[in-house]
């Protein structure tokens, strides 16, 4: 490097100090952008709330009043009252504990249970065939055009005017016994 900046004449240490005072005001144009705000300290804010809201806390059920008299000019019972205090379970500590810069949420969304599968459908013979198969993203913006058609192309095609047979009941199944109660 030496032999380039002697050939052009200190070109490169100029320009290299010019790249530094600009990244010297870039930091303290950013730092006057944000300097009301204090993101981190925010951040750390809200997940402390959002752990103090997840963890369990022990529930006091002692009920006041029962097991001693009250009202006016009795006495307050000598022996101390039995609390009936239902303890937190102990949970396994959370999985975003060491890191300061995420909140891991393991919720269980109940809205999403709703579009999982349960069961293998029809076509699909194991777990793995089906999961690549809805990986595979089927928009034309990932998939050439003719792909594209073949993969959103219906099984069944029926020419306009054609008359589709109403579904009917094989011969074997035409007479199902009906259910008949015991008779206590």
């Given at each position: 490097?030496?032999?380039?900046?002697?050939?052009?004449?200190?070109?490169?240490?100029?320009?290299?100090?010019?790249?530094?005072?600009?990244?010297?005001?870039?930091?303290?144009?950013?730092?006057?952008?944000?300097?009301?705000?204090?993101?981190?300290?925010?951040?750390?804010?809200?997940?402390?709330?959002?752990?103090?809201?997840?963890t369990e806390k022990d529930v006091d059920l002692t009920l006041p009043g029962w097991g001693s008299w009250g009202g006016a000019g009795v006495a307050p019972p000598k022996k101390p009252q039995k609390k009936f205090i239902k303890k937190a379970k102990n949970t396994e500590p959370r999985k975003d504990a060491g890191l300061s810069h995420v909140i891991i949420s393991t919720k269980k969304?109940?809205?999403?249970?709703?579009?999982?599968?349960?069961?293998?459908?029809?076509?699909?013979?194991?777990?793995?065939?089906?999961?690549?198969?809805?990986?595979?993203?089927?928009?034309?913006?990932?998939?050439?055009?003719?792909?594209?058609?073949?993969?959103?192309?219906?099984?069944?095609?029926?020419?306009?005017?054609?008359?589709?047979?109403?579904?009917?009941?094989?011969?074997?199944?035409?007479?199902?016994?009906?259910?008949?109660?015991?008779?206590?």
């Amino acid at each position: 490097s030496s032999g380039i900046n002697a050939e052009y004449g200190g070109v490169l240490d100029q320009m290299e100090k010019k790249g530094e005072e600009e990244g010297e005001s870039q930091e303290a144009l950013v730092d006057m952008a944000f300097a009301n705000d204090d993101v981190v300290a925010q951040f750390a804010e809200e997940k402390a709330q959002i752990v103090d809201q997840e963890t369990e806390k022990d529930v006091d059920l002692t009920l006041p009043g029962w097991g001693s008299w009250g009202g006016a000019g009795v006495a307050p019972p000598k022996k101390p009252q039995k609390k009936f205090i239902k303890k937190a379970k102990n949970t396994e500590p959370r999985k975003d504990a060491g890191l300061s810069h995420v909140i891991i949420s393991t919720k269980k969304n109940r809205k999403l249970d709703a579009h999982l599968v349960r069961h293998l459908p029809h076509p699909y013979k194991n777990r793995s065939t089906f999961e690549r198969e809805m990986r595979q993203p089927i928009g034309p913006q990932w998939n050439s055009v003719k792909a594209f058609r073949n993969m959103i192309k219906p099984s069944e095609t029926i020419l306009d005017g054609h008359v589709i047979e109403p579904i009917s009941v094989p011969k074997g199944f035409d007479k199902v016994p009906k259910r008949t109660r015991k008779a206590r």
